[in-house]
């Protein structure tokens, strides 16, 4: 049984960092491409930051970019996004997933076959 386990939300002030896990099992981490989306209350999920089973190539919504981080630990089974000069509009309830995506689908939430729990992230001014 895959699981993806996200952790590591919480509430902080803007300008502050967290950094997110997604702890996987029950799959193959190295062939999988894992990403990170989001969703505001009454806003649609969005893409933001991925990072391709092979090679470790990251692609970043332009929102985010210079500011988020993602990679991966293969040997932890486990991807990671830190989350640099957090905004309130970063905040909104985070997933990870993870799918053999090419990557012109990478930033498609369709792609994706598994999914983490999500995460809450909130930012305040």
């Known amino acids: 049984q895959v699981q993806l386990v996200e952790s590591g939300g919480g509430m902080v002030q803007v300008g502050e960092t967290l950094r997110l896990s997604c702890a996987a099992s029950g799959l193959t981490f190295s062939s999988y491409s894992v990403a990170w989306f989001r969703q505001a209350p009454g806003k649609e999920r969005e893409f933001v930051a991925g990072i391709k089973a092979s090679g470790g190539h990251t692609y970043y919504a332009d929102s985010v970019k210079d500011r988020f981080t993602a990679s991966r630990d293969g040997g932890k089974k486990t991807a990671y996004l830190q989350m640099n000069s957090l905004k309130p509009e970063d905040t909104a309830v985070y997933f990870c997933?993870?799918?053999?995506?090419?990557?012109?689908?990478?930033?498609?939430?369709?792609?994706?076959?598994?999914w983490g729990q999500g995460t809450q992230v909130t930012v305040s001014s």
């Open positions: 997933a993870a799918g053999r995506v090419i990557t012109s689908s990478l930033r498609s939430a369709s792609a994706y076959t598994y």
